[in-house]
Structure formats: C-alpha cells, structure tokens
DNA sequence: CCGCATCCCGGTCGATACTG
DNA sequence: CAGTATCGACCGGGATGCGG
C-alpha cells in the first residue's frame, strides 16, 4: 500500500449503504466532473478571479469551455458573477458558501485518491497483463 | 447482510488546501462518474453479488452497460470477480477493501448534497428565470 | 477583456441480437 | 446464467472565427 500512515478502525455509522441516494450521490458527481469545473472551482475558492486569468491558471482550457463551466457553476449557484461597467469590461467570480462546503466535502475523495492511486495503477498493470 | 456498519481501516491524512491536486481528484471523479459505477459499487459493498442479481437491483441497465462497468471496476481494483464453474455458471462480484474505503468518503460529498439539494435547484430557477 | 456561434470529431451509451 | 457483437444516436469538448 501508500505511507507509513496509521490505520484506524473506523465504523461507519452515518449512512447505512441500503439507504444511501444513489441518484443524490450521483448529481454531485455529475455536477463537478467535466473536465473543468473542479480546477475552476479551486480557483474561485481561493479568491475572486477574472476570466482572463482563469483561463491562464487553468491549464489547457480553451475560451469556449470556460465560458460554458462557468455559466453552469454559476447556474448551480456555485460561483456568483460580477459585471463592473468599467471600460474595458472587468467581470469577476467568486465561489459561493456552498461551494467552498464542497470543497471540505472533496477533501475525503482527495485522500482516497491520493492514498491508492499506486494501487489502482498497479490493478490496472495486472489486469491488463493477465488478459 | 443487513447491519448498517463496515469496519473499514482508513488512514488519516491532512491536506493542505491550497495543494489539493486537481489532476488526482479528477481521476477519481471520472473513475466513479458514469452513470451506473456508484450503484453497481453499492450493491457489491453490501456483500458478493451475482451478474443478474445486479442486473435486477440496478435500476435500468442494459446488460452490455453492467458488463462494461463490471470490467473497468475490476479493472481498477474496486471489485473482485470470481467464477464459479458450476452449471449453469455462477460469478460474484465482490468490493475490495479499496471500493469500501471509497464508499465511506463519498459519505462527505452525500451530506453536501443532501445539505444543498434544494439549493442548487432554487438557484437554477433563478437563474433561468432571470436569463 | 469577455464571450458567443459554428463546425466537427471521438467517446459513451442504448437497442438489439447472438453465444458458451 | 453470464456474457459478446454490432450499429447508431447523442453529447462533451477542441478549433476557429466574430462581436460588444
């Protein structure tokens, strides 16, 4: 497995996998994959941003994407967009209340993630070698 | 199967938000995005699962789709699939360790979107009422 | 500076039919 | 029972160009 971490037993009380919302997980799910919307979400968190520099600190987006993850963040009420009518034009988005909940929300996923991505790539090496 | 608790062993980790990986939360996003990865992984978490057995339990799939996602669950580590050469032919599907770990950080996320489920809706009326 | 419109391609998924 | 095979629709997303 990963580091020298400590393992703790942990019972998990809280959601009882018979009563766990698929389609409630899965909204979540489908609302912050996409290729973009997390890495702009970060962004936003961390302070308001121009487009202009979102689309430099996220790597590889194109002006398009931007625009169309930023419009549905926005729509979900992650993100609130401010126009100032100053010349030339200056917008701002800022992450909401909610959405930095969602981000402490994330932390658990990240540390699976980070925990057996060694793992999942060592599955993957021996799946593919045994087919 | 029924009692509502899983021991699972869970490393604690701290994470720096400012250093959260975009790239490896995205790996895990997309590994569970998709329509049917989180409820086919729910059913197998409860205990070791037959092929029609899911096809009956998860609500709409086809059987090529169960089949593809059983194979990059698999794939990936969070399922174990064994056969059993009886006639006619019997296979179970089971989650690893991995998969139960997973499924107790998607408890994070579950409560953000139980919390903020009528939120989001409310802020999509809004939003479409006022474009 | 900020964004929308258009075209197009590749991957995802559903429907349907067939098999060991 | 537990899959495979094939075909086609749909859609996210890249490239490019125009507009306020």
């Known amino acids: 497995m990963s580091q020298g971490n400590i393992d703790v037993p942990v019972q998990v009380t809280e959601i009882d996998p018979e009563k766990l919302d698929v389609c409630t997980v899965l909204e979540v799910i489908n609302r912050i994959s996409g290729k973009w919307a997390i890495g702009i979400l970060l962004e936003a968190i961390r302070g308001p941003v121009r487009f202009t520099e979102l689309e430099r600190s996220v790597e590889g987006i194109s002006r398009r994407m931007l625009t169309l993850t930023l419009r549905n ?59």
């Open 73 to 131: 963040l926005e729509r979900d009420g992650l993100l609130v967009r401010t126009i100032y009518p100053t010349v030339p034009p200056r917008v701002e988005y800022e992450a909401t209340a909610m959405a930095k909940e969602l981000y402490q929300s994330l932390n658990g996923l990240l540390g699976w993630a980070q925990q057996h991505r060694d793992d999942i790539a060592a599955a993957r090496v021996a799946y593919d070698a045994a087919s």
